[in-house]
């Protein structure tokens, strides 16, 4: 089949899994489904394009369809409907071993009655490939475990066990690795080095990585694309520092780092700037930093674009505030978290750098917070926003809120 696009590029196409409420089933029993009267829905029309040579991650909370994904472009599921390409390729069809595609998993799945050479040699040996004690060496070099080959798996350190599963699916030279939550069983250190050697060894082979993960942190330290999953589709997909700096959910706002998402409506425009009116004070957001320009929206603003002053006075020329009272301070070292509640009725959660000149604010203490509009985003809101507060699990609810009314202040000094 002619194509024009590269090898390793792979793309999902209306991608869908439905598991019935017959269907068999995978893994631990105490695994729920959202709605087992009619079945779930564990990948709902995804699309996804994924470059050729790029360490991809997928980012969402447990449960969001990672594994389902991965597992239909590993042919180890059937989807539902949709389509798996890879270099323009239809493999949809295709059986697991026939495509050019290799699984890391966070189980490793070593053979324990073969040592270390025979688990990387053992794809090249089924498939009849000369030259298998030269390959199993270059790998065994790349993973830098050259001199482990005559030992037992069960005699490695779960890093060392990681590396032999790496070697052992890069060694059939897939297009396409595809790593699911592979550093899961790690601890935090050897987690963070694992993930500096899986970087380079991604550089030095070249092959696209899929990376599963439900760690932020982890995505964004590894990642050139970054797609953030959740219930089944895909809310977001950039480069780490664009999903970071302009969400386009509250979702993605909330589960790649934190925010605050004050629940208002949009008055209109004044020049490059939406106005927005939230708890009885106008804001405004440059209209390049809007997802939307329609009615209910969230003005979102990062903690750490946050800042706290003790009067009105002191709050910069152009910058927007809140006026509040510290409710809590939690000291973390390199900075401490404030959560301020405002006379609005909003809860402000703060995080101020420990940079030796802040000095800390005790709780009860009457504070202004306040941020320049560059540093605002606006995403749709719903109605239910209003008044009720959201909760998107990780991040900072907003509570209570009256919905905006008449005489409202102008919230920014000039
Ligand atoms: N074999 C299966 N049968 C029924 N439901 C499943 C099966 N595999 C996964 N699911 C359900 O599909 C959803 C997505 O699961 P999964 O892809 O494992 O998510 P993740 O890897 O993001 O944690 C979950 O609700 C899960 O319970
Ligand atoms: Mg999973």
């Known amino acids: 089949m002619a194509s024009e696009e590269p090898a390793g590029q792979l793309r999902l196409v209306d991608l869908t899994k439905r598991f019935g409420p017959t269907g068999r089933r995978f893994g631990p029993t105490s695994r729920r489904s959202a709605s087992s009267g009619s079945g779930v829905t564990a990948v709902d029309g995804l699309d996804l394009s994924v470059p050729a040579g790029s360490f991809f991650a997928l980012l969402g909370p447990s449960g969001c369809g990672k594994t389902t994904t991965l597992r239909m472009v590993a042919g180890l599921e059937e989807p539902t409907s949709g389509r798996v390409l890879l270099g323009g390729e239809d ?76 070697a052992r699916a890069l060694v059939n030279r897939p297009r396409v690795l595809l790593l699911d939550e592979p550093l899961g069983a790690l601890d935090l250190a050897l987690r963070r080095r694992m993930q500096l050697e899986l970087q380079r060894i991604q550089t030095e082979v070249g092959i696209t990585f899929v990376h599963v993960t439900h760690d932020q942190e982890e995505a964004m330290t590894l990642a050139d694309t970054v797609a953030v999953m959740n219930a089944g589709r895909i809310e977001q997909l950039g480069p780490p520092a664009e999903l970071y700096e302009f969400p386009a959910t509250a979702f993605v706002a909330n589960f790649l780092g934190r925010s605050n998402l004050l629940a208002g409506t949009v008055r209109g425009r004044g020049g490059d700037d939406v106005l927005v009116e939230a708890y009885g004070r106008r804001f405004s957001v440059p209209v390049a930093r809007s997802r939307t320009l329609g009615a209910p929206v969230l003005l979102g603003v990062r903690p750490e674009k946050v800042r706290l002053v003790g009067a009105v006075e002191q709050v910069p020329d152009g910058h927007q505030w809140l006026d509040g009272t510290v409710g809590d301070a939690v000291y973390l070292g390199v900075s401490t978290q404030y959560l301020v509640r405002t006379g609005q009725g909003v809860e402000l959660s703060v995080f101020a750098a420990a940079d030796g000149e802040a000095p800390r604010i005790p709780v009860g203490s009457a504070v202004v917070a306040h941020w320049h509009p560059r540093h605002a985003f606006l995403l749709a809101g719903t109605d239910t926003d209003t008044g009720t507060g959201i909760d998107t699990g990780t991040g900072t609810g907003i509570g209570g809120a009256a919905s905006a009314g008449a005489g409202s202040v102008e919230a920014t000094r000039s």
């Open 91 to 166: 493999i949809t069809g295709l059986r697991p071993y026939r495509r050019p595609v290799n699984t890391v998993f966070q189980s490793y799945a070593l053979f324990p009655h073969l040592d270390v050479f025979e688990n990387v040699a053992f794809g090249l040996r089924r498939r009849g490939v000369p030259d298998v004690a030269g390959q199993v060496r270059r790998m065994l070099a790349l993973v830098q475990l050259d001199g482990y080959d005559r030992q037992r798996p069960t005699r490695l350190s779960g890093g060392q066990q990681q590396r032999v599963a790496l």
